[in-house]
């Protein structure tokens, strides 16, 4: 007979319960039953159709037209008759040798040239002050906000009544003061300058807003350590502000960039094209070929080109000036 007391299990003799035993319990699978199949259908139904006016939107209103100007720009399209004859790239091989192309085009550099900096440099300034003048903000802001939603029909008219020869407030200003009178719309050496102030003083309120956004999402506890390691205005300036701001500043100058390639009205309205070819924008140039020279072929391939151009310029803005860094 055996003798030997049998082992103790390991909770036995010490006042513990073993544990119960578990099972796992795989979830059912809800594939192909109604469950995860159906209702992923179902969201991918649902945003389908709450994406459906915009992608239609989108397809009518952008890829459509683009699609139909890549094709006229390889006709020779006669827009009174609507007759058509395919020429292929004869079109795009006429850029090269067209004077007023390459005259629109220096206008519009230049355009873009002084109207960049400087409307993103006072943008920023008036941001920066409008952080400090809390009391007032909000009627400042919106008194630079104004020309932005105002018209550039209506924008255009005030300042060509303010630049007139003779008359306007501007030169009666210079005269009583004892100077010689301005043509500023007139005079080859003005007109340009002339008219990019009248685009910064549209759209300066816009790059504010923007910036604004910005820098009221700075913490305040960032400049508060900044203060106490002894930092001064231009110190944080120059290592805090202009750093955190790098992604609306990049926004401002990618939507400032495209829009000055697209300025139209003021030129129409203000100078025409001239004096001579001084503020002659690619657009300007693309209205007059399509409807007062009736050569909508030509037309459609110097806004294909404009288009790259753009395309290619936002492109190296983008690279050149992004972050990686989510503040």
Partial sequence: MNLTPPTPL????????APAPQTRVSPPSLIGKGGWGVRSRRTTLTALLLLAPLLVGLLVFRVWPIAAAVRT?????NLLSGAERFVGAFQYARLWADPVFWASMQATGLLVALKLPLQTALGLALALALQQLRPVQVFVRSAVFLPVVTAYVVAAAIWNLIYHPSQGLLNSLIGGVGLPRQGFL????????ALVWVTIWKDVGFSMIVLLAGLQAIPAAVYEAAALDGAGRWTMLRSITLPLLRRPLLFVVVMTTIFTFQLYTPVYMLTQGGPGDSTRSIVYYIYQNGFLYNDLGYASALSIVLLGLILVISVFQLRVLRSDVEY
């Avoid at 720009?73 to 399209?77: A, E, G, I, P, Q």
């Avoid at 007139?186 to 300058?193: G, Q």
């Fill in 10 to 17: 390991p909770y036995q003799g010490r006042g513990e319960t």
């Fill in 186 to 193: 007139v005079d080859i050496n003005t007109a340009l300058p």
């Fill in 73 to 77: 720009s390889l006709f020779d399209v």
